[in-house]
């Protein structure tokens, strides 16, 4: 059950409905998760600097269980999801960051409860 929330100073026409479920599409296929437990939130609009330039930018969250608890593993996901984001948002790699951040299943609730017991 995958989280992706990504933040820009793009404005909020750039990130259509299409984009949104290609963005789905993309770092569920990075992570090897199925699309139907996909999280994703997208903030358009926002004042963002990125090393030390306000210019057009992206980063982007990933936070999962079992997939983004390794160097080897994020750097596979990383390179996967910077060539959706550079290809469709027409971005430099210096302009994106993600940030990957490992949960564990009693840190992610659903149903009225947690997902150790689901």
């Keep these: 059950m995958p989280f992706i ?3 820009s100073n793009l404005a909020a026409s ?3 409905e299409d984009f949104l479920k290609k963005l789905c599409s993309s770092t569920a296929a990075a992570l090897g998760k199925p699309e139907d437990r996909m999280n ?3 903030q ?5 600097l990125i ?6 930018c992206v980063m982007l969250s990933v ?10 593993k994020n750097k596979e996901h990383s390179a996967k ?7 469709e948002l027409g971005l430099t790699e210096d302009r994106i960051v993600i940030q990957f951040h490992a949960l564990q ?14």
């Design 81 to 87: 999801i910077f060539e959706f984001l550079t290809r």
């Design 51 to 56: 090393a030390g330039s306000c210019s057009p």
């Design 5 to 7: 929330v990504l933040q």
């Design 44 to 48: 358009p609009g926002l004042p963002m």
């Design 14 to 16: 750039t990130f259509s």
């Design 40 to 42: 994703l939130v997208v």
């Design 105 to 118: 299943p009693h840190q992610v609730g659903k149903k009225g409860t947690v997902m150790s017991f689901l």
């Design 63 to 72: 936070s999962a269980i079992g997939v983004t608890d390794t160097a080897d």
